[in-house]
T-cell receptor, first 107, second 113 residues
Framework: DAKTTQPNSMESNEEEPVHLPCNHS???????IHWYRQLPSQGPEYVIH???SNVNNRMASLAIAEDRKSSTLILHRATLRDAAVYYC????????FGTGTRLQVFP | KAGVTQTPRYLIKTRGQQVTLSCSPI?????VSWYQQTPGQGLQFLFE???????NKGNFPGRFSGRQFSNSRSEMNVSTLELGDSALYLC????????????FGPGTRLTVT
């Protein structure tokens, strides 16, 4: 199964931008890069996904490296409600979750 | 529109028993995937059903099985329960395929005693 590597944890202050990195050197040409987050006591929540080009939506932006071996999830202004575990996943016909990055946001 | 619903939300069973969990997907979604989440192993993929056929399967023993009905609702069954089966069981629905996001339900918390 295709694997991703993320830092275990990151910290941010409220209203600051947050860049969450992800390495996926074994990505194949048809794998989509998906990001989900899981807030405490809730199921995972879809954040964003992309294939080759950078993507923006109301929640975040996804920057994908030209060789597609890494990507970065960008939260433009972190809020306390963004504190969660963020998972970067290669969708290879199924979602294989890693350990994710636990994001702490401080007021 | 309504989100993914799972029933029951909480369940307590005894070792050796069997259990059936239910998942109702978002209207129009034909793919339903099941996941197990434990503190030790994290989120693990169980299987995916699409149009009543199992399309993908994770690395779980045969005690874990599922099915999908013509209305896309899905059930997951675990037979001969073990203590290690205690977990949060999540289902997610989507239109299917790598380009489509999955929407997760709140999960069923199963405790095996």
């Amino acid at each position: 199964d295709a694997k991703t590597t993320q830092p275990n944890s990151m910290e941010s202050n409220e209203e600051e931008p947050v860049h969450l990195p992800c390495n996926h050197s074994t990505i194949s040409g048809t794998d989509y890069i998906h990001w989900y987050r899981q807030l405490p006591s809730q199921g995972p929540e879809y954040v964003i996904h992309g294939l080759t080009s950078n993507v923006n939506n109301r929640m975040a932006s996804l920057a994908i490296a030209e060789d597609r071996k890494s990507s970065t999830l960008i939260l433009h202004r972190a809020t306390l409600r963004d504190a969660a575990v963020y998972y970067c996943i290669l969708h290879t016909d199924k979602l294989i979750f890693g350990t994710g990055t636990r994001l702490q946001v401080f007021p | 529109k309504a989100g993914v619903t799972q029933t029951p939300r909480y369940l307590i069973k005894t070792r050796g028993q069997q259990v059936t969990l239910s998942c109702s997907p978002i209207s129009g979604h034909r793919s339903v995937s099941w996941y197990q989440q434990t503190p030790g192993q994290g989120l693990q993929f169980l299987f995916e059903y699409f149009s009543e056929t199992q399309r993908n399967k994770g690395n779980f023993p045969g005690r874990f099985s599922g099915r999908q009905f013509s209305n896309s609702r899905s059930e997951m069954n675990v037979s001969t329960l073990e203590l290690g089966d205690s977990a949060l069981y999540l289902c997610a629905s989507s239109f299917g395929g790598r380009a489509n996001e999955q929407y997760f339900g709140p999960g069923t918390r199963l405790t095996v005693t």
